[in-house]
């Protein structure tokens, strides 16, 4: 039985790495297991199978199962698509990104087993393997987050999206600075205990240099956030108004349900438009009407018409757009009575939700996907700027997921956005907690960027996020609850500084120079281990 355990223990280790890694996010919201999540998987690389033959193998294999767990439990929210559709296969959607994201935790994995510190008696050698280790997991992160198109969320740093003093630095390295320091913090977290018993046993006591430094800069993250937000920008208030109509998502496009859709936005909205003095902009989420807006033959281009005819505000809302035979998933602006409509054609596309990748050379899996993405979207070229009719907004028109690429809103701001407003509809993923899990990868756009935020979505989360990542107003009922019919009014700080954030500026200079030190490292190491 104990020769069981011990053989057992490594993988139960690697388990619960990726448990506490999801209790991190929504719905568990644990972030202060980010400290410590990644050290079981580290205790069981370094001090199991060290008589093994393959023991890069089981170094491999044991980050691929903490990767399995942390994705499948944090994106467990994708099978509500199965609930949805009443499909099987959709159910087990998390389970198979999964096993392609878990690769990236891996190799990761892999890495760490060739830079034990040895004894862990010295603190530059701790600190050397901390910082090394560090920047590979930055690596990794980075990484998934653009490979095969990308899906970079719920990077460890994103654990800390409600602890806004903690996550300014975002503002220099984009949101895998935090990651860095708390893959940091957990390299340090094993070799302490380790180095401590080593000199109580030779009774040898060395100044902990390791853990004081990372002390140090922890709390010097803090204070930079605490000095970072008593300096706010030069700002100008903006009325905002945002709809979320709930409209079910099997009902958005079906023809018999499109006078109900019409009357949910005509009366939410006129509930605000009303008012006085009206908001500048009101916006309604992703997809909001039922077919194409441009196009003079529908009923959604008489319902839009009409409305902005009988009001002053400007209307931002999403919709279809069709031209020369390709559809496009859009946002428009339309402003003075329609007579003004601005478009923007989304740029950043979801593979199977928006388009299937090599759809046409594999035709066995297109024709299973196909049920679900029955055509393909094509992607916008340009970042458009929505100009609001108060000449100091220029809106970032950012649809869907496209707040959770830092690399793509950075590319609006340095065009001159100074308001991001993000349309989507998470309707389709139904009360589970990918709308929360989108929110806290959307906040750190704000942080790296320096500039406010709206989210206007179909069924949650809405809400205004300020330039440092706060959420100031978020739409709810009587009870919490976000899943809710309503309108988010209120105004937001609109700065009015030019200037751009060192990020926006130079993009993941940080991350690319994590990969650097981390292609350095490995080189090194096949070098120092090639046989002689």
Known sequence: MIN???????????????????????????????????TPLIIAIWFSGANSRRRWLRNLSLGYLAGIVFFTVTFGWLGALGDLYQSFFLRGLSTLLSIYLAVHFACWSWFIGWIKPGAFTASWRNLLAAFVAASAWVTHEWTRGWLFSGFGWNGLGVALHAEWPMIQIAEFTGVVGLSFAIAFANIIAVTTPLRLFAEARTHRMRPHFDLTLTMIGIVALLAFGLHRVQRPSPAKPLRIAAVQAGVPQLQKFDPQFTGEVFERFRRLSEITV??????????????????????????????????????KTDLMLGTLDVQDGHDYNAALLVSNGGESVQLYRKVHLVPFGEYIPLRHSFPLFASIASKWVPGDFTAGTEHTLFNVMNGDVRVAPLICFEDTVGDLVRRFVVNGANLLVDITNDGWFLHSSGSRQHLANAIFRCVENRRPMVRATNTGVTCFVNEFGRVTQILQDDIGNNFTEGVLTGEISVPQDRQVSFYAHHGELFAELCAAVTAIAVVFIFIRRRPT
């Open 4 to 38: 069981k355990a011990l053989r057992l223990w490594p993988w139960l280790a690697a388990i619960a790495t990726g448990l506490l890694g999801a209790a991190c996010f929504p719905p568990f919201n644990q972030s202060w297991l980010c400290w410590i999540a990644l």
């Open 274 to 311: 009303g008012a006085n003095p009206p908001p500048d902009l009101l916006v309604w989420p992703e997809s909001s009407m039922p077919d194409p807006v441009r196009d003079p033959s529908t009923e959604s281009y008489r319902f839009v018409r009409d409305f902005s005819t009988a009001t």
